[in-house]
């Protein structure tokens, strides 16, 4: 079976200097790709060498069997990419900006209407349409972004740090929503650096280190591998919810081996707002100089 994403021998070099080394991997048609790493490790270059955001400088990609450099056409209609950093007009409301997204794309009015619609009620902004963009919480905005990527029904959707800088419930919120995109059959390239993100999400997981992939796995035995984790929550009200077993430390409590989601739904049924939540853990910085070695 053709990959839906085949790199090979891919390298990117800035000013001398090898951002990407060689990097060679495939996403499989239908799963989600967790892609970790830290800051500068070279998940957004990746990203933007398969859109075409960046030039290779030697390897090759191919998105559903097109060469994105000499196929450029073709692989850019295969995907459809959720940046990090939004990039739509404040100033235009929500309907603007998917409209303006499906001209782009090529796609005529008659088609993208229906299609917007039903994007903007996947995603719960169909009571938001009429609204500028300033005015979205970073909750919706982000919504919103995924959306536009999707207005042309992309086969491969690329999602760069979907979850950066949003609070723990839009969090959990965010992941419901790829959950249903995953149900839909979605390609997905994840970029995260929360390990539970990939845990929870993908169906196999890359790590990438200064530009080197150095790990690939099922997502059960990476996470295997990184060790036991412990949760630290600080709530509201320093008291264990019932049914889970926490230890009271300071102003926290910690958690060990329990999913974060689980962990954050007894807090949401006892109505105890939780203030921050952490894994306690090796960091990926740490488990990079592991495997390394």
Known sequence: ????????????????????????????????????????????????????????TSGAIAVFGFDVVREYVQARKCIGLSPQEYSFDVYFTV?????????????????????????????????KAKVKVRQLSGGMKRRLSIAKAMVHDPKLLILDEPTAALDVDLRLEMWDYLNKLKGQGKTILLTTHYIDEAER?????????????????????????????????????????????GKIEHDSILFSNLPVEAIIKAFQKEKNPVLDISTEKEDLEDIFVRLTR
């Open 1 to 56: 079976m053709r990959p839906a994403v085949e790199i090979k021998d891919l390298v990117k070099t800035y000013d001398g200097d090898r951002a990407l080394d060689r990097i060679s991997f495939t996403i499989q048609e239908g799963e989600i790709f967790g892609f970790l790493g830290p800051n500068g490790a070279g998940k957004t270059t990746t990203i933007n060498c398969i859109t075409g955001l960046s030039t290779i």
């Open 95 to 127: 309907q603007e900006i998917m409209e303006f997204q499906a001209g782009y794309m090529g796609i005529p009015k008659n088609h993208s209407l229906p299609r917007i619609r039903e994007l903007l009620e996947l995603f719960d902004l169909e009571k």
């Open 201 to 245: 999400l993908a169906d196999r997981v890359g790590i990438i280190h200064h530009g080197r992939i150095i790990m690939i796995r099922n997502t059960g035995e990476i996470i295997k591998e990184l060790g036991n984790a412990t949760i630290r929550v600080r709530p509201k009200k320093l008291a264990i919810p019932p049914g889970i077993k």
